[in-house]
């Protein structure tokens, strides 16, 4: 096993640094998450990045708007252009619109639930949604506010997660995020804080392990 003294890690940084590129420690890939069983199903003309919206309607989805960007970046910290990105997550009530959520809270017909963006020539990606509600996954198991991702780009392997908010206490008793190793915790867990539109705005970068 490599060890990283202190040494290597400021020669690393500043090699990245030099080529303009973000430091992205061995290890750093961010890790699998399960798909759920809500990955949507139904057809859409409207997967743009702006899941407040449905074309031709006049009301947006009910919620708070949060906005989420990012980068799509390789191991070495290299931007990935063109990976497909795929988000969605429950409505602001907890409920996907998904004929297998059975969940008695209202579906939501002003908000667009699923988004497909591709990452521009700097790996970057970013979107506009409402927050989302828990619900229960079963009896004794509440699952916290999260969005789901997955991200597909030729010569890396396809990535499935999931995005955490911090200081949300569901956090701290979710199966599915606390089976994760605490480091790895971390690099799902954002923070948000006001943007410049006003509204909430977090960054998730995405690291892909490729292929060879």
């Known amino acids: ?6 040494r290597a890690l400021l020669r690393a940084g500043l090699l990245a640094a030099a080529a ?3 430091l992205v420690a061995r290890g750093g890939y961010t890790p699998t998450q399960s ?16 899941l407040t919206r449905i ?3 006049d009301q947006r989805a009910a919620g708070e708007i949060i906005v989420v960007s990012g980068r799509v970046l ?8 063109d990976a497909l990105v795929d ?7 907890g409920r996907y619109n998904h004929p297998a959520d059975r969940s008695a809270a209202p579906l939501d017909p002003h908000f667009q639930g699923w988004g497909q963006l591709v990452t521009g020539t700097d790996g970057g990606y970013r979107f506009r949604t409402i927050m989302p509600g828990a619900y229960a996954a079963s009896r004794d198991w509440q699952r916290p506010p999260h969005i ?3 991200v597909r780009r030729t010569g890396f392997e396809e990535l499935t997660t999931q995005m955490y908010f ?4 569901l956090n701290e008793t979710d199966r599915i995020l606390q089976a994760l190793p605490a480091a790895d915790r971390e690099k799902v867990v954002v923070s948000f804080s006001p943007g410049r539109d006003g509204h909430p705005a977090g960054r998730f970068d995405l690291i892909l392990r490729d292929t060879e």
């Open 20 to 22: 303009g590129l973000p």
């Open 148 to 150: 789901h991702f997955k």
């Open 166 to 169: 911090e200081a949300e206490p």
């Open 35 to 50: 798909e759920g069983p809500f990955f949507p199903a139904n057809p859409q003309d409207d997967t743009d990045a702006d």
């Open 55 to 57: 074309d031709g309607h």
């Open 1 to 6: 096993m490599t060890r990283w003294t202190r």
């Open 87 to 93: 988000v969605w997550h429950a409505n602001s009530s």
């Open 74 to 81: 390789d191991g070495d910290g290299v931007p990935v252009q």
